[in-house]
């Protein structure tokens, strides 16, 4: 009980404070709630009410509101009513339109159907806007490209352009596999990602290449991985550098390969593009939820299939959704996998987003945006690999002399961002938190020593409980003797 309690503090204190609101709110409920109504003090109603009260909702119908609502959907044709049906539990509407088109307008009876709208709600709705998801990602899949980044206009054209791309031909190798005409089709440059971006801003120079193969892939994006948790920070503690060094050493390169069988080697396989934050928000819908377009397309680049993965929002590893706890997994796959027949395409998504290895999705999501390290890491990936808490493993981890060389590039980072926050300091930069946010920091910690002084005492009582009952069952055994 107490490691499930302990887990709360891997997450963020927001999240921390959200899920003790939604603990505290359940708690109330269940004081509060009450017991199953009784059907003895029902008064169900008889076949001729209900008959009564259904003709009734039916002829209060607006005609012309049907035929309103019909012109509206078929680009404000006219039409007529053909005939009215009516079943036990909707009515039906057939109306004409010229070049003898028909439309059926269906209705739910509203008095013969507990929430009548529920039933053409947002589940039909939902499972449609995620079966145009997997379309969009199964036309994607279709293209399959020989190298890894940023796709690019061609504009170069001539004896002088084909000369330098025949001697930089890693910045400029021309895509798809299948294109055959390389003078006008777009081509590849080194990946332009948002957290290259960043850094970029910041003043660091992030080096940009095509990556030919998988494991060049991997490696460039552990590198950002890198340099963006080892930029200086305001006010770093130990505790938190620690944290974050020992999630990069678990992620590099080497122990991701063990860690979740992660196959860099290929060289043969195929890369595709991906929009790199298909967030809810790039999605534009209608009124239905079916999509009608994806915004955001800039910082796209060519992925191996490896990580060509579905938004995080839709697999339950989305860190900006997590106090919603909205999971739309397995319905998702449930779409997916009703799809994989489909084309040859959505069968290729099928089977490459089986996702049988729990610890591939969160590793993948994490070179995919490494922003996403520490919370991924520690809520998804640490408690898979390790049973105690990782305010006990962390700091040991840093003290054995094996690791003296992660100790020194530690107190590396820990001076730089010492140096950093006196700067800003003294320029008048620095964040300062409102009183608020302390106490709340401030509590939260408390709180946290608060929870390993009970988890220390439950071990303890635990021990002691052992004891009592190896003493009763001994004294059990020499009272039979006697």
Not at 140 to 153: A, D, H, K, T, V
């Amino acid at each position: 009980m107490m490691k499930i309690i302990k887990r709360i503090f891997h997450a963020s204190w927001v999240h921390y404070l959200a899920r003790l609101r939604h603990v505290w709110n359940s708690c109330l409920a269940y004081v509060f709630r009450r017991g199953y109504p009784s059907p003895f003090n029902l008064r169900p109603l008889t076949e001729q009410q209900l008959e009564f009260a259904t003709n009734e909702f039916v002829e209060s119908i607006d005609t012309d509101a049907i035929r309103t609502l019909a012109t509206k959907y078929t680009g404000g044709l006219p039409c007529s009513i053909r005939c009215r049906q009516q079943g036990s539990f909707n009515v039906c509407f057939v109306l004409d339109f010229p070049d003898d088109i028909a439309r059926v307008v269906r209705l739910p009876i509203e008095p013969a159907v507990h929430n009548a709208w529920d039933k053409n709600s947002p589940e039909d709705c939902r499972r449609q806007f995620f079966g145009d998801i997997i379309d969009i990602f199964a036309q994607l899949r279709r293209l399959e490209f020989s190298q890894g980044g940023s796709l690019m206009p061609n504009a170069t054209v001539g004896t002088w352009p084909q000369l330098l791309r025949s001697i930089l031909r890693r910045e400029e190798a021309f895509i798809p596999q299948s294109a055959t005409d390389h003078g006008f089709g777009p081509r590849l440059v080194g990946a332009i990602s948002m957290r290259k971006n960043e850094l970029q801003i910041d003043g660091y120079t992030a080096s940009r290449s095509v990556s030919t193969t998988v494991n060049e892939y991997f490696r460039e994006q552990y590198q950002l991985l890198e340099c963006i948790w080892k930029m200086p920070a305001q006010e770093l503690s130990r505790e938190k550098a620690q944290r974050d060094e020992f999630a990069l050493y678990a992620l590099s390169l080497e122990e991701a390969q063990n860690i979740a069988g992660l196959k860099t080697g290929l060289s043969g396989d195929s890369f595709h593009l991906s929009h790199p934050d298909l967030r809810v928000d790039n999605i534009i819908v209608d009124d239905k939820l079916r999509i009608c377009g994806i915004i955001d397309w800039e910082f796209s680049v060519t992925v191996p299939r490896y990580a060509f993965l579905p938004p995080s929002w839709l697999t339950g590893y989305d860190t900006t959704s997590m106090i919603s706890k909205l999971d739309f997994s397995s319905e998702f796959m449930s779409v997916l996998s009703s799809k994989k027949h489909r084309s040859y395409s959505h069968a290729q998504l099928a089977q490459d987003w089986s996702f049988q290895d729990h610890l591939r999705l969160p590793m993948a999501y994490i070179f995919l945006d490494p922003s996403d390290l520490i919370w991924l890491f520690y809520q998804h990936i640490y408690p898979r690999l390790y049973k105690k808490p990782y305010n006990e493993v962390v700091p040991l981890f840093f003290q054995l002399p094996e690791n003296k060389d992660l100790q020194v590039g530690l107190e590396r980072r820990l001076y730089a961002s010492k140096r950093y926050t006196q700067y800003l300091k003294d320029h008048n930069l620095a964040d300062d938190e409102a009183p608020e946010m302390q106490q709340l920091r401030q509590w939260t910690l408390e709180t946290q020593k608060t929870l390993e002084q009970l988890s220390k005492w439950s071990d303890e009582t635990q021990g002691k409980l052992a004891r009592l009952e190896r003493e009763r069952a001994m004294y059990c055994e020499q009272g039979k003797q006697v």
